[in-house]
């Protein structure tokens, strides 16, 4: 079967870093998305790797490693507005998206 | 500006009572997908369209239905709610369906059951 995991809930400090990790076991892979998604609102695109490696995007980077089945989400610089969920989802070999169910990111001043 | 928009964004219905719940997009995408989404769980698709062409999940349930009538609009019928489908759903649209795309997604709506 297709499988995502990632934590359930993280904590984190205003002003540190903190890294959301993903691993996922799937059929085939295609790339791997990272969305945000604040609490009752709709998700909304942060990332995508399809190679290996670390993309950077100011505040947040993303990295994959295909042979692991391993990718993080890193935040840095945490502002209270980065509290919401993180949701990791990989395209598998018919293109469709495999999502994650989120990890609970909460933000303390 | 391009967006996904979805009506209403909270519904209340009773239980086995029909509920429209409609999306429609300005971004011109061929693909447009319905998720279910409930507290703390991954979004689950229930059906997508890449262009008038509909692909149902195997696992969604017969009680869901959905129309395409052109590009731009998309519904999800649900012909009897039950207790159990009170969650929040999601329309997402993609340029393409043959490789990976960003999806974009509406605000969703809020369906409770009572």
């Known amino acids: 079967g297709q499988n995502i995991d990632q934590p359930t809930e993280m904590t984190a400090t205003e002003g540190a870093i903190v890294q959301i990790n993903c691993t996922y076991q799937?059929?085939?892979?295609?790339?791997l998305f990272w969305y945000q998604q604040h609490a009752g609102e709709a998700p909304t695109f942060l990332s995508y790797?399809?190679l290996d490696g670390l993309e950077e995007k100011g505040r947040f980077s993303s990295f994959l490693s295909r042979s692991k089945g391993y990718s993080y989400l890193l935040l840095k610089e945490l502002q209270m507005k980065d509290s919401a969920s993180y949701l990791c989802?990989?395209?598998?070999?018919?293109?469709?998206?495999?999502w994650g169910a989120g990890t609970k990111l909460i933000i303390k001043p | 500006d391009a967006m996904v928009i979805q009506n209403p964004r909270y519904q209340v219905t009773q239980f086995g009572k029909p509920v429209t719940l409609s999306c429609s997009q300005t971004?011109?995408?061929?693909?447009m997908y319905w998720y279910q989404q409930k507290s703390s769980q991954a979004p689950k698709l229930l059906f997508h369209?890449?262009?008038?062409?509909?692909?149902n999940e195997a696992d969604t349930p017969d009680n869901f239905q959905s129309r395409r009538p052109n590009t731009s609009f998309c519904f999800l019928d649900i012909r009897s709610p039950g207790l159990g489908d009170a969650a929040m759903y999601l329309c997402?649209?993609?340029?393409?369906?043959?490789?990976?795309?960003?999806?974009?997604f509406g605000p969703g709506t809020r369906l409770t059951v009572t």
């Open positions: 971004l011109n995408h061929n693909v």
């Open positions: 997402a649209t993609s340029r393409v369906q043959d490789r990976p795309s960003e999806q974009y």
């Open positions: 989802a990989v395209v598998d070999s018919n293109y469709q998206l495999i």
């Open positions: 790797n399809v």
């Open positions: 799937t059929s085939g892979f295609n790339g």
């Open positions: 369209y890449y262009d008038k062409d509909f692909n």
